[in-house]
């Protein structure tokens, strides 16, 4: 699957900077428009539009401009490929460990 | 939380490379010998220890010497600073979806 794995790679490589995963951080919260976004972080504004495109071309953010505000949101799935790839990692005793926490739940349901 | 970012810093920049991932993969099925590990890739032995380096500093790997063989294992709770992170970004609409899944769970219990 060389499709997902760049995707991944584009994804991790993005979110490694500390600054990139802020702007993650905040948008997963609501979009932002570019000059709020920027406020909170000590650098020029050319400098954090750099960051914007890094994310924007790992698929993390997409933007839209509205006259001459432009509006960045967190893609919504954005971060599904990280998730799948960290499921796929779980060990032999997290993978008992979850189907023992089916079969608990099956033979002991939950009281309500 | 100063500890908590400079460890996702170092989980991700490791994660970022796709041998390192690879090798990240292959522990999560069970631990191996470097020179097994070494076996599919395409690289002097030194480089991929190197990758090794990059793994262990950042707490992925751990790695135990018994007489000339060197075992490399995935370090339990590894990823769990990325599973923590991946959960805090979840968007207003997929926390409101969580409910939603918790509610439907709790007024209608899956029949067994």
Request: proline share 8%.
């Amino acid at each position: 699957m060389p499709k997902y794995h760049d995707e991944l790679d584009a994804v991790l490589r993005a979110l490694a900077d500390p600054t990139r995963r802020a702007v993650v951080e905040r948008l997963a919260k609501f979009p932002a428009v570019v000059s709020e976004l920027a406020a909170p972080f000590p650098m020029a504004l050319p400098s954090l539009m750099q960051h914007l495109r890094v994310l924007e071309d790992a698929g993390l953010v997409t933007s839209e401009k509205h006259g001459r505000v432009r509006t960045v949101s967190l893609r919504p799935g954005a971060l599904d490929v990280l998730h799948l790839w960290l499921g796929e990692q779980r060990t032999p005793a997290e993978r008992q460990a979850d189907r023992l926490g089916i079969h608990l739940t099956r033979t002991h349901p939950k009281e309500t």
